[in-house]
């Protein structure tokens, strides 16, 4: 049995549409990133309460902080972005989450190889801290960023070798950087794996799709998921555009072909939804 979640910023800026559409879809859970055009690191104290009063209000939990952690550059002032790091934790009390995303920095103008042991020092210093807090990290293998592909994904993982640091498994984003998420993502990546992001892509074309409609193995990966005892959470981030033929349209319309994909897939391998 797994748990439906979901970037609702993707939906649209405002609390009161991402509630309702959330509330339409039956998706109990959001995997907070931002809310009334603002990041959520970058929320005010009374912002925070609002938006969790709203949420609780509206029986729905946070999954995950979407947090752009990591999500710069290697060689910038990592003491600045550690403190905000401690903000990432900081929503993580606030809003009764169990995980924050982050990512493993960009390397502009340098090989990945090159930056390993300062990617590795920062994880382990995150990582301490998380474990501090109870929390536990996710990382998201996004595009440009040192742990990208699968095997530097695996490296960052085995490295670091804690239970607070784990996988948000993004297929569609293994695509983008050549790898097929079934063949090579999955077999190095499932024993780390906590979590999935949930979208789609098609490897030829790079059009972004609702789960099962592309090339991520996503039937195949969710049943070898479940199988191994996952019962965690899938969330879903739709990254459709507005003028795609078949998916397109307001935020909701597409976050709404997003969360209908996933269920059909969820349906077709048997997996049920908790």
């Given amino acids: ?85 401690e903000i990432a934790l900081q929503r993580a009390r606030e809003f009764a989450a169990p995980y924050v995303r ?12 090159a930056c390993r042991d300062e990617v590795l020092a920062f994880f382990a210093r995150m990582v301490e801290r998380a474990e501090a807090e109870g929390l536990v990290l996710l990382h998201e293998n996004e595009s440009g960023i040192f742990g990208d592909v699968p095997e530097r994904c695996a490296d960052l993982l085995q490295s670091i070798d804690s239970p607070y640091l784990r996988v948000a498994f993004d297929p569609s984003n293994f695509i983008s950087c050549g790898a097929d998420p079934l ?39 969710l049943a070898q998921a479940v199988e191994l005892g996952f019962a965690g959470f899938l969330s879903i981030e739709p990254h459709l555009k507005a003028d795609d033929p078949e998916y397109g349209g307001s935020g909701a319309a597409r976050f709404t072909h997003a969360v209908d994909g996933l269920r059909r897939v969820l349906s077709g391998v048997g997996i049920a939804e908790g």
Avoid at 102 to 113: G, L, R
Avoid at 185 to 203: C, M, N, S
């Fill in 1 to 85: 049995m797994v748990k439906l979640s979901g970037f609702a910023d993707e939906i649209a800026a405002d609390a009161k549409t991402q509630i309702a559409t959330l509330n339409e879809t039956g998706v109990r859970h959001l995997e907070l990133r931002g809310v009334e055009g603002k990041g959520v690191l970058d929320l005010t104290t009374a912002e925070v309460a609002s938006f969790k009063g709203q949420l609780q209000a509206a029986g729905i939990g946070v999954s995950s902080i979407g947090s752009p952690i990591g999500k710069v550059q290697i060689r910038a002032d990592l003491e600045e972005h550690f403190a905000r790091f």
């Fill in 102 to 113: 982050v990512f493993s920095f960009y390397h502009e103008n340098e090989e990945a190889a």
């Fill in 183 to 221: 063949q090579e993502g999955w077999p190095l990546l499932r024993e780390y794996t906590d979590y999935f992001h949930i979208k789609d892509q098609v490897a030829e074309t790079r059009r972004v799709v609702p789960a099962g409609c592309g090339d991520g193995g996503l039937p195949q990966i």
